[in-house]
């Protein structure tokens, strides 16, 4: 167990439809990281939240948008959904930008 | 632009014998930092050893060494006393951005699946 918790761990829906998915770093950890991991394209770098800041942008759709609460845990909302968004989504996080990060369970999406 | 390069897509060992899995990278920045993550089937992602470009000795946990050879930019697994447990997905990864910076975001290669036979 990493510490890192990532709900819900399966996610089913519609094309057109929007999700919310949802992320507690390990205790601690400033950084947050999320990443997208497709049969297609590997594993991929979205986005990365530090202390409640953004603080890096990767091939995040602009349908797709993040943020970092004063808590430290994050939410990834995804929109008007397309089929290739399905994919296993993964938060990881780290004490300081340039640690080791720990990777949550993830949350497997489907849109159907 | 940064780059990681895993050319073996899979690889089978015998279990109790050690096995290497190989990474090269490309990066023009002159601090980075190298990272081996195992996923196992189960799909979760699990750090496994790190290897920043200024560490003079190659890292070790436990069964797990990088042998980091900086001028040829390759980061190799190795993988010592192989277990049936090991089998999974190995995926070598590197960080853009130094360490204590504001951005760590990985860069994945495309894997290599383990097989580990009994």
């Known amino acids: 167990d990493s510490g890192v918790t990532q709900t819900p761990k399966h996610l089913i829906t519609a094309t057109g439809q929007r999700v919310t998915l949802r992320c507690s770093p390990r205790s601690g950890d400033l950084s947050v990281y999320w990443y997208q991991q497709s049969l297609d394209q590997g594993l991929q770098f979205l986005i990365q939240y530090y202390n409640g800041e953004e603080r890096a942008k990767g091939n995040i759709l602009e349908r797709f948008s993040a943020q970092q609460f004063p808590d430290l845990h994050s939410e990834l909302n995804l929109s008007s959904l397309e089929l290739g968004d399905s994919a296993l989504y993964f938060c990881a996080s780290s004490k300081l930008a340039g640690d080791e990060q720990f990777f949550g369970p993830g949350t497997r999406l489907t849109v159907l | 632009a940064q780059k990681i390069t895993q050319t073996q897509p899979g690889m089978f060992v015998q279990e109790k014998e050690a096995v290497t899995l190989d990474c090269t990278y490309d990066?023009?920045?002159?601090?980075?930092?190298l990272f081996w993550y195992k996923q196992p089937s189960s799909g979760e992602m699990i750090f496994l050893i790190y290897?920043?470009?200024?560490?003079?000795q190659n890292a070790t946990e436990g069964r797990y060494s990088l042998n980091f050879q900086k001028a040829r930019k390759s980061a190799n697994l190795v993988i010592s006393a192989s277990q049936l447990g090991d089998s999974a997905m190995y995926f070598c990864a590197m960080r853009e951005g130094n360490y204590g910076g504001s951005q760590g975001n990985l860069i994945f290669g495309k894997g290599t699946k383990l097989s580990v036979k009994p």
């Open positions: 990066t023009s920045d002159p601090s980075y930092g």
């Open positions: 290897q920043g470009s200024y560490d003079q």
